[in-house]
């Protein structure tokens, strides 16, 4: 009960104290206990050194579960106790159980985690287990560290386990810039950015190229070659297809998921910056347009600009005096004047108003997107470029709300200006963007799941993305992402291989239990000593997830 519910140990011991009151007694007492010793065998915690960002060397606490395949042992016995395991109406082979093992920055801190995708929901929280943390860069010579002296070995003896004659088949997983970075490429931003295949950035623009596809031999190849031919100078490693480094495991390929949950994001993203764009390039023609054609809003925007919001709120301000003035002459004198000089000072302040350059999100037309995402509670955040969390994707591609957005574009327009061919104008980015968006809605209810897929649906599927794709490049040709790339050439083969949905094998899990590790620092606050507070956070985690533990909490 203490772990499952986040309570301290006197919490504990008060709940446990009322509840035998009325008779109810906590049997599983006795089993918390049990695992607790089971969990400090599994947890050692040291001093391991790191690298900072000026390159000097420092100490960071790192735990780590030891025993990988033995933990991975212990764990399958108590989910099959338990009756948690499920091979998804035989979607996955009788003879062998699927791990994921994953890898993400977040919340300061990198970490590792381990999932079993023979379960009902492999990526709740209850099935994404710690397998290593330490409060350092997401650097390559920081992975190359949190790998040694145990982790790394557990995990290449874990591709060749086997539990009770069933294969272990390892899967990896991660965002894009995590897997890069353990198959030792440059990155999305290099000259080949793709981690499958050999296609140059510039290409893919182009549907109908074809390329040599990577793979963990070609990929220590290249890196080799790169190494004895610049002895390592990263200014030339795009004559190596990007491979900086040896890769720094030996799962092969093809058991690496294609990011589907950072897929989403980059995507969602990109439309939305360009839907702003479009909304912004609005904004300015009207501010350039005849008096003529202008109504009062329009007219607000081209002789104030950025200040055209302000303009707005004093004018309605100067009505709103204006009428309560009218009232005011039937009261007393000194109340007569105090609303005249609240008026003057209205109108002072509208009269010192100067115009300044319209800046992106600040006119009445890209602002009103703003609005309307507020009003589906959907926020952008702060930082990351003003990205959307992966829950507000998914709200985003839902047609109530991709359609308001785009339908507001239209009506902002006509509040601004009578011009018919700006309003043509708008009315055809609403089209634009609600096909768009209607395409890649249906990609993503075919592909976001984890449920099997069966063969006679994937053409549907390739033609959902090929529409998605098509329809994109007709409208933007020069502005295809990395992320589309993988989305178009990388997300059927893998699909095709396993026949199920990308969320089975993704990310999303690990991405999850940035959160969960977060509630437990801060119940850890009080700890000083950095090694036991790290002892104490993976302890309390692995006691949340033990599967002996949840019919009796």
Excluded at 92 to 105: A, F, L, R, S
Aim: hydrophobic share 35%; aromatic share 8%; charged share 25%.
């Amino acid at each position: 009960m203490k772990e499952a519910l986040g309570m301290s140990w006197r919490q504990e011991k008060k709940h446990g104290k009322l509840l035998k009151k009325v008779g109810i007694h906590l049997d599983s007492e006795k089993s918390v206990e049990l695992s607790r010793k089971i969990v400090s065998d599994f947890v050692p915690v040291e001093g391991r050194s790191f690298i900072k960002e000026d390159d000097s060397e420092y100490t960071a606490p790192y735990g780590r579960i030891a025993g990988l395949t033995k933990f991975v042992d212990h764990l399958l016995d108590s989910y099959k106790e338990n009756n948690l395991l499920s091979w998804h109406n035989d979607s996955i082979p009788k003879d062998e159980v699927w791990v994921k093992i994953g890898g993400n920055h977040g919340k300061n801190s990198l970490k590792f985690t381990l999932q079993i995708a023979n379960t009902e929901k492999p990526n709740a929280r209850l099935n994404t287990i710690m397998i290593a943390i330490a409060a350092v860069r997401h650097t390559h010579a920081n992975i190359v560290r949190f790998l040694e002296g145990g982790l790394g070995d557990d995990l290449v003896a874990l591709q060749s386990h086997s539990w009770k004659g069933k294969a272990i088949k390892v899967f990896l997983n991660g965002d894009y810039d995590f897997l890069c970075k353990i198959y030792g490429l440059s990155g999305p931003q290099g000259t080949y950015p793709c981690l499958w295949c050999l296609m140059l950035r510039r290409d893919m623009h182009n549907p109908s190229n074809h390329c040599e596809h990577r793979s963990l031999e070609s990929l220590l190849a290249d890196n080799k070659m790169f190494m004895q031919q610049t002895d390592g100078e990263k200014k030339q490693a795009n004559k190596f297809y990007n491979s900086l480094h040896v890769p720094l495991d030996g799962i092969e390929l093809d058991k690496v998921s294609p990011p589907y949950l950072h897929i989403l994001l980059g995507l969602v993203l990109k439309h939305h910056k360009l839907l702003k764009d479009a909304a912004h390039k609005l904004d300015k023609k009207v501010a350039c347009q005849p008096d003529d054609f202008l109504l009062p809003l329009g007219k607000l925007l081209k002789r104030y600009g950025s200040q055209w919001g302000r303009a707005y709120e004093l004018q309605e301000r100067l009505l709103y005096e204006e009428g309560c003035l009218g009232f005011s002459e039937l009261s007393d004198s000194q109340e007569q004047i105090d609303k005249y000089t609240q008026l003057h000072k209205t109108e002072q302040l509208i009269s010192f108003l100067m115009h300044k350059e319209l800046q992106p999100r600040i006119g009445p037309i890209a602002s009103s997107l703003d609005t309307v995402l507020t009003k589906c509670r959907i926020t952008p955040q702060a930082y990351h470029s003003r990205s959307f969390v992966g829950n507000h994707c998914h709200k985003y591609i839902q047609s109530a709300v991709y359609t308001d957005l785009n339908q507001i574009i239209v009506t902002k327009t006509q509040q601004c200006i009578s011009n018919p061919m700006i309003i043509d104008e708008a009315c055809t980015l609403q089209l634009i963007f609600d096909n768009l968006n209607n395409t890649f809605s249906t990609v993503h209810r075919a592909i976001s799941h984890t449920k099997p897929i069966a063969p006679s649906s994937l053409p549907e599927i390739e033609i959902a993305i090929d529409t998605y794709m098509a329809t994109y490049r007709r409208m933007f040709p020069r502005k295809i992402i990395p992320k589309q790339h993988l989305l178009e050439k990388h997300c059927i083969p893998h699909i095709k291989q396993h026949l199920f949905g990308l969320g089975l094998l993704e990310e999303q899990g690990t991405e999850n239990s940035h959160q969960m590790i977060g509630l437990l620092e801060t119940r850890a606050r009080g700890i000083k000593n950095d090694m036991c507070k790290l002892k104490f956070i993976l302890s309390s985690h692995l006691l949340q997830v033990a599967p002996a533990l949840r019919d009796s909490v």
